[in-house]
């Protein structure tokens, strides 16, 4: 499956660069926001640590 390869090397290249990066940290921020106003902000260090991991994974910045 050549093609799902080359799929996923350019979904990797776009999320490394600065407007994947830009992208990224804003989807993941917004979800991490409602999550919080769903918790009340009960959980918010949870969130924020789960963040956190979520873009270490995603981007390189």
Aim: glycine share 16%; proline share 0%.
């Amino acid at each position: 499956m050549a093609g799902m390869d080359d799929l996923g090397k350019k979904a990797g290249d776009a999320l490394n660069s600065d407007k994947g990066e830009q992208a990224s940290d804003k989807a993941l921020g917004g979800a991490a926001d409602r999550a919080d106003d769903a918790t009340g902000g009960k959980h918010g260090d949870q969130i924020d640590k789960a963040q956190n991991a979520a873009d270490s994974k995603l981007g390189d910045k």
